[in-house]
């Protein structure tokens, strides 16, 4: 995932995303660095604060074609 990457361009802290999305900053670390993995339930709001898309959140610039 791409979430610090994101984080960054948005000029967020780890503390401003964990605060806005009711985890704890080791959460949010740990997302970043790949040791667990948003709620799904979660990747919704986190997109929206981000000011991407959930695709965009796993690297991908549009969504997979149907097929």
């Given at each position: 995932m791409r979430i610090r990457e994101l984080?960054?361009?948005?000029g967020?802290?780890?503390d401003q995303i964990a605060e806005h999305m009711c985890v704890d900053q080791t959460a949010v670390?740990?997302?970043e660095i790949g040791k667990a993995?948003?709620?799904?339930a979660?990747?919704?709001e986190l997109?929206?604060?981000?000011h991407c898309t959930i695709d965009e959140l796993y690297g991908r610039d549009s969504?997979?074609?149907?097929g």
């Amino acid at each position: 995932m791409r979430i610090r990457e994101l984080r960054e361009q948005a000029g967020l802290t780890q503390d401003q995303i964990a605060e806005h999305m009711c985890v704890d900053q080791t959460a949010v670390h740990r997302w970043e660095i790949g040791k667990a993995m948003p709620r799904a339930a979660k990747l919704p709001e986190l997109a929206e604060l981000l000011h991407c898309t959930i695709d965009e959140l796993y690297g991908r610039d549009s969504p997979p074609a149907a097929g």
